[in-house]
């Protein structure tokens, strides 16, 4: 079964205390929907400028992205750029130009609005809320989100809660958005808001999955070498529903799996700049990661 995934499709300039690369195919959308792209079809939403590369374009191709929700407008493609630190952990927003995401709508075209997996990718919650009024009856809609909607659209994103399946976000995130320091009251308290699965993400360790059957603990696969951790948690988002997609049927059965699998792709990610080492991944280098990150949790 296909997914559809909203979010920013961006040109980033990522700077690490080794190298600096401007203009990477960047974006939540972008990384997620890549990551999808491995396990089931995708239906991309966003928008670009004039100025994005054919061969972007080209690289979605490839993976089989269906490009029909992707508005070209005149103006220039929405531009992120950011520093790390020697502590990959720690990142410097330097520039957000907005671009043509400033004026963005997203309408899906007919043929997308009965797609059964959708991913909320992190956008604007009023954006966010736009795609699932457009959406007949999706069978699994999933939302992630960033701490500036938590600082400058709380009461949408709250609404938005009430809409979804589940919730991905990171665990500052899950702290501030339920008032709560202790990570598992936070998501008890998060449930209550909606979601009937809160996932958060704690980086380089791991993410945790609360549901009605428990909680689940999801490593990270362990990198000696980081490149570059931009869009890590849209991959591993993107893997995940894309994965869920595949199997289709209860989503409790194959959510841990699942979470395994979003975990190997944004891996991958992190071991090169941008999307570079995602894009050259084939489905087998995901199996035989993840048959390595089941042995290294097994006891
Ligand atoms: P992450 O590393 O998971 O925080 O995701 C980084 C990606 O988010 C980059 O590729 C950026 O292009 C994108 N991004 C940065 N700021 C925003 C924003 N305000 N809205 C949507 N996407 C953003």
Request: glycine content about 10%.
């Amino acid at each position: 079964m296909s997914v559809l995934v909203v979010g920013s499709t961006a040109l980033d300039s990522i700077k690490t205390p080794r190298r600096a690369h401007p203009r990477l195919l960047g974006g939540s959308a972008s990384h997620a929907a890549v990551a999808a792209s491995f396990f089931a079809p995708v239906k991309l939403v966003g928008i670009v400028g004039g100025d994005f590369p054919k061969r972007y374009i080209e690289l979605f191709r490839r993976h089989g992205i269906d490009l029909d929700g992707l508005q070209i407008a005149a103006g220039r493609t929405f531009h992120w750029s950011g520093e790390y630190e020697v502590n990959m952990n720690h990142r410097r927003t330097l520039a957000t130009e907005l671009g043509v995401f400033e004026r963005f709508l997203p309408v899906l075209p007919p043929t997308h609005r009965r797609t059964p997996y959708v991913l909320l990718a992190n956008i604007a919650p009023a954006l966010q809320h736009h795609v699932l009024d457009q959406m007949r009856r999706p069978r699994f809609v999933i939302a992630d989100t960033m701490d500036l909607w938590l600082n400058t659209a709380l009461e949408e994103l709250l609404r938005l809660l009430a809409r979804v399946d589940a919730l991905v976000l990171n665990d500052s995130e899950a702290r501030q958005l339920a008032g709560e320091d202790n990570l598992i009251n936070a998501a008890r308290r998060l449930h209550r808001l909606g979601p009937r699965y809160v996932i958060v993400k704690k980086g380089e360790h791991g993410s945790i999955l609360s549901s009605r059957q428990g909680l689940f603990l999801c490593p990270a696969y362990p990198l000696a070498k980081v490149a570059d951790p931009t869009g890590a948690g849209d991959s591993f988002v993107g893997g995940l529903v894309g994965y869920l997609a595949s199997r289709g049927g209860a989503v409790d059965r194959h959510l841990r799996q699942a979470m395994l699998y979003g975990s190997v792709v944004a891996s991958f990610g992190c071991e090169g700049f941008g999307l570079t080492r995602t894009t050259r991944l084939r489905r087998a280098d995901l199996d035989e990661r993840l048959a390595k990150l089941r042995q290294l949790a097994a006891c």
